[in-house]
Each structure stands twice: as structure tokens, then as C-alpha cells.
């Protein structure tokens, strides 16, 4: 709870007049079990709409780590492959001469794969992804267990795609534990007034990635 309040009072503090009533959520799991360790779902009175569970957007650069996962995996492509950054246009799919560009607005040539994501390079990211698939994207999205219908345009290979930080936190918890999947969970057991234990959750675990 400090930490949100501290980070949501410095960032208005950037803006007051355009950030002001600016919100928030925070997620934070166990990757070796799933389990939640903190959730804050707003800031101020609670007001029964928790952001951490309930609020959806656009998630943006966070879904790009999916493409280059199906790059490595098709065995095609290593860290140190070199991929081109230069300006793509693509049209089908329910997109018109769609032709996303980079933050800072340039192209950067060729580039090892392992740099256009550490760079988050939008073109790099578009170029591979459609080689690799939307298809395959929305299957992976799916296996780091994302269970929305997700609609496939070509934008989503740049995280057109409303999450929640609850589903955030499930899907990169695979990554931290290296390929494994534990479903975040809150609840470890029911118990009566005793102690006793009426029902227990038990740790259900998958790898889901390799």
C-alpha cells in the first residue's frame, strides 16, 4: 500500500491539473507457488470496483515477450538472430494499410532479435510476429492462460488486447517460473471453527512453456 500511494502521489505530482484522480492497482504473486502475497485494487475509499481484478486495458509492450517466445521456439530464430527494424505495412485481417511505428518514431535497420526486445522496437516486434502468425500468437496467449476471445488483428501483436492486472500477473508469472504455470491463487484450505480443515486447494502445476 505505501509503495502504490508513494508511485501514484509522484506521478501527479508531475501533472496535477491532467493527472489528477489518476488510479491504479497492484499484483504481486509467489512464481514458485501461485500464491498472492499483495493486492491493491485503487487508491482511496473502496468503492466495491477493485482495478486489480475488474478494470481492463490495453496492455500494450507487456504482450510482446509472447512474440519473441514463438520466434525462439520455432527454432528458427536465436537471441542473436538478426531481424529488420524497418517500416512494414500491413493490410487484411480486418486492417487497411495499417503502419504501426516505433516510440521514437525512426527505424533502426537490422538488429539482433535479443536487442529489438530489450529495446521494445515496435517494427521488429510487428515484422516477426506476422511471420510467425497470429494464429499462434493467440495460442500462446491462451497456454499462459489468458481465456478471452481475442480478436485476430494485427494490432494485438502490439498488445491491443484488454487485461486486466490480475491476468498480467498470471501470464508473466509463467516466465518467472521459467515455463511453469501456477494459477495465482488466494485461498489455501477451508477450515471449521477448530482449525479443522473442510477443504483443501491443493498446488495444481503445469509447465505450460518450454
Known amino acids: 500500500n505505501n509503495a502504490f500511494d508513494t508511485t501514484l502521489k509522484q506521478l501527479i505530482k508531475r501533472n496535477p491539473k491532467r493527472l489528477e484522480g489518476l488510479q491504479g492497482a497492484v499484483t504481486v504473486a509467489n512464481p514458485e507457488n501461485g500464491e498472492i502475497l499483495a493486492v491493491v485494487g485503487g487508491s482511496g475509499m473502496f468503492t466495491g470496483f477493485n482495478r486489480a481484478v475488474d478494470a481492463k486495458r490495453?496492455?500494450?509492450?507487456?504482450?510482446?515477450?509472447?512474440?519473441?517466445?514463438?520466434?525462439?521456439?520455432?527454432?528458427?530464430?536465436?537471441?542473436?538472430?538478426?531481424i529488420s527494424d524497418a517500416p512494414v505495412s500491413i493490410t487484411g485481417m480486418g486492417m487497411k494499410d495499417w503502419k504501426p511505428k516505433n516510440y521514437d518514431g525512426q527505424s533502426h535497420g537490422t538488429v539482433p532479435l535479443v536487442y529489438a526486445l530489450a529495446h521494445s522496437y515496435n517494427?521488429?516486434?510487428?515484422?516477426?510476429?506476422?511471420?510467425?502468425?497470429?494464429?499462434?500468437?493467440?495460442?500462446?496467449?491462451?497456454?499462459?492462460?489468458?481465456?478471452?476471445?481475442?480478436?485476430?488483428?494485427?494490432?494485438?501483436?502490439?498488445?491491443?488486447?484488454?487485461?486486466?492486472?490480475?491476468?498480467?500477473?498470471?501470464?508473466?508469472?509463467?516466465?518467472?517460473?521459467?515455463?511453469?504455470?501456477?494459477?495465482?491463487?488466494s485461498i489455501r484450505s477451508?477450515?471449521?471453527?477448530?482449525?479443522?480443515?473442510?477443504?483443501?486447494?491443493?498446488?495444481?502445476?503445469?509447465?505450460?512453456?518450454?
Open 123 to 185: 517494427l521488429a516486434t510487428v515484422r516477426l510476429g506476422w511471420e510467425m502468425g497470429i494464429p499462434s500468437f493467440i495460442n500462446t496467449l491462451h497456454t499462459l492462460g489468458i481465456d478471452d476471445d481475442i480478436k485476430p488483428y494485427p494490432s494485438i501483436l502490439l498488445g491491443a488486447v484488454n487485461l486486466s492486472p490480475m491476468q498480467v500477473l498470471g501470464m508473466y508469472q509463467v516466465y518467472a517460473a521459467n515455463g511453469f504455470r501456477y494459477a495465482p491463487r
Open 58 to 82: 490495453q496492455v500494450g509492450s507487456l504482450l510482446k515477450p509472447v512474440v519473441y517466445f514463438n520466434a525462439l521456439e520455432s527454432q528458427r530464430y536465436s537471441l542473436n538472430s538478426p
Open 190 to 210: 477451508v477450515v471449521d471453527a477448530k482449525g479443522n480443515p473442510l477443504q483443501r486447494y491443493g498446488l495444481n502445476v503445469r509447465q505450460s512453456l518450454d
